[in-house]
């Protein structure tokens, strides 16, 4: 049974700063991309972030380019997403992701989801 646990949210001022964890269990996915979707109230789901299985590579949306950091332990089987400069917008249910074979970016693309923990961003 492969689990996905997001910990790490809660209520920030704007422009504070937030450390998402996704620990994964059931399997390993030290071969796996991994990333992380968000959901704002009344909006579909959206890509945020994704990182290579040896975490070489990262991708990012265009809304958190140089704000959020996108990181991985292969050997403790977790993922990490460090927001600064947080912004409202910001404001939505996180996911934890993993991506099939070949894809990123892309809900299509997602082999696994956690169960998402609440970011609230208050002004």
């Known amino acids: 049974q492969v689990q996905l646990v997001e910990s790490g949210g809660g209520l920030v001022q704007a422009g504070g700063s937030l450390r998402l964890s996704c620990a994964a269990s059931g399997r390993t996915f030290s071969s796996a991309r991994m990333g992380w979707f968000r959901q704002a109230p009344g909006k579909e789901r959206e890509f945020v972030t994704a990182?290579?299985?040896?975490?070489?590579?990262?991708y990012y949306a265009d809304s958190v380019k140089g704000r959020f950091t996108i990181s991985r332990d292969n050997t403790k089987n977790t993922v990490y997403l460090q927001m600064n400069s947080l912004k409202l917008e910001d404001t939505a249910v996180y996911y934890c992701v993993v991506f099939k074979s070949g894809t990123v970016g892309v809900i299509s693309g997602i082999d696994y989801w956690g169960q998402g923990t609440q970011v609230t961003v208050s002004s």
């Open positions: 990182i290579s299985w040896r975490g070489s590579n990262t």
